[in-house]
């Protein structure tokens, strides 16, 4: 499976982004999907993960209220609607899948990793 995300760039705090990963290779729809984010000088955190389905949006308490995770199955797609970013935010972000699960309620395994794309929030 390759992912490929996209949608980063540079933008003012209280600015909104969204970022995509399209993966292919193999079908990603029956398997959970996420975000995760690394910062300079930090570990790689967790930001959101997907249900293969939607229906369950498992989300770092950080972004909670501003981050918002979907998927389009038929275009083996994944997004990150990011509004009201702050400065913290900025990092590197990741996409990822977890092949060996359909649901997920928090932190998800990862089989494989995007090529991250950059988001940098000026204050």
């Known amino acids: 499976v390759q992912l490929q995300a996209s949608g980063g760039g540079l933008v003012q705090a209280g600015g909104s982004l969204k970022l995509s990963c399209v993966a292919s290779?193999?079908?990603?729809?029956?398997?959970?999907m996420g975000w995760f984010r690394q910062a300079p000088g930090k570990e790689r955190e967790f930001v959101a993960g997907?249900?293969?389905?939607?229906?369950?949006?498992p989300y770092a308490d950080s972004v909670k209220g501003r981050f918002t995770i979907s998927r389009d199955n038929a275009k083996n797609t994944v997004y990150l609607q990011m509004n009201n970013l702050k400065p913290d935010d900025t990092a590197v972000y990741y996409c990822?899948?977890?092949?060996?699960?359909?649901?997920?309620?928090?932190?998800?395994?990862?089989?494989?990793w995007g090529q991250g794309t950059q988001v940098t929030v000026s204050s």
């Open positions: 290779g193999r079908s990603t729809r029956n398997f959970v």
């Open positions: 990822a899948v977890d092949l060996r699960s359909y649901r997920v309620l928090g932190p998800l395994r990862v089989d494989y």
């Open positions: 997907i249900n293969s389905d939607g229906a369950s949006t």
